[in-house]
């Protein structure tokens, strides 16, 4: 056997954005969320006998809740990690890191300080499955939860339109590239001037919605919203863990805030939110706790998500060497 030590890095292997899959992978893991949603017990424990690492070293209510019920629930055992319980908080590199955890894991859940490449690299050098469970540039699990939610509401998602509304953040992301994939569907992106998609990333989206059919589109100004809306969705303005270098930042907010009168525009409309939400700030408490409001299910949706990504990613593990 080889010595860890000495082993090369191998090919990256997991979920890390919603571009890297196929549309078709896609849309299975929306489908099988909604399997599990309806029957959390619809599966035959595929995680028996492994050991699935949750490491977050930012602060997560959902998202960590959900892989580390979600393992227990598809019969494997999860080791959490806060954000100083690894010796990365002391200086060992991430190269080192991931040797070790690769030796003792059979799959990581993550979500780290830094940008996406960091988990590229614990897997590469663990030869481990990771997961993406956010990034600065890509929340992709959020993104399976939220087609799943909609796949509940809407079934065919063909030609479904949805207005995001704040800032372009890795939520946002993980929108463009998931909806990017179904046909005929039209995502308007409703960002503040200066706080919207990086471009390279809308670009990326553009040029799989061009092959699927579907349209997306970037405006700073409210007077242009789309005139027929299926779901209004925003987050909250500052996205976990972040700062801003504008001290005046919230007036250009200001006027993406969702209130009922907003909503109005579209009365069959849907409202979603990922959570957690700044009532009063992004969103009004009418609309978030209102009929239409599919915010709750959503969080509900985080766990069956959870669990079709972690079946779908022990059923893509590549062979260790």
């Known amino acids: 056997m080889m010595d860890i030590a000495s082993r090369p890095p191998g090919p990256e292997s997991g979920l890390f954005s919603l571009a890297d899959l196929e549309p078709a992978t896609i849309t299975r893991l929306a489908s099988r969320s909604t399997e599990l949603f309806d029957d959390r017990e619809a599966h035959d424990r595929p995680l028996r006998d492994q050991v699935i690492g949750v490491l977050f070293t930012r602060t997560s209510t959902r998202t960590r809740t959900a892989f580390t ?120 992106f409703a960002c503040p001037l200066g706080y919207g998609l990086p471009d390279a990333e809308l670009a ?55 209130n009922q009168e907003f909503v109005n525009r579209w009365p069959d409309a849907w409202f979603m939110h990922d959570l957690p939400a700044h009532r009063g700030d992004e969103v009004s408490p009418a609309v978030l706790d209102g009929r239409r409001s599919l915010a709750w299910t959503q969080a509900a949706m985080k766990l069956p998500s959870a669990m079709a990504v972690l079946e779908w990613v022990t059923t893509v593990r590549p062979p260790r060497h």
């Open 69 to 188: 019920v979600g393992t227990v629930r598809l019969g494997g055992t999860p080791v959490t990690y806060g954000p100083d319980d690894l010796q990365l908080s002391t200086g060992e590199s991430l190269p080192d890191t991931g040797r070790v955890l690769g030796a003792m894991l059979d799959t990581l859940v993550a979500r780290t300080a830094g940008p996406l490449t960091e988990l590229r690299v614990l897997s590469q050098y663990g030869q481990l499955p990771t997961v993406n469970a956010m990034a600065a540039e890509e929340h992709p699990t959020q993104g399976i939860c939220d087609l799943a939610t909609l796949q509940l509401r809407f079934g065919d998602l063909s030609g479904v339109r949805l207005l995001y509304v704040g800032e372009g953040n890795n939520t946002a992301v993980a929108l463009a590239h998931g909806l990017s994939t179904v046909p005929g569907a039209r995502i308007t």
């Open 204 to 258: 990326r989206a553009a040029k799989r919605a061009a092959w699927s059919g579907a349209h997306l589109d970037q405006l700073h100004d409210l007077g242009h919203l789309p005139h027929e809306v299926d779901v209004v969705y925003t987050t909250r303005w500052r996205t976990t863990g972040t700062t801003r270098r504008d001290p005046a930042w919230r007036q250009a907010f200001r006027p993406f805030h969702v």
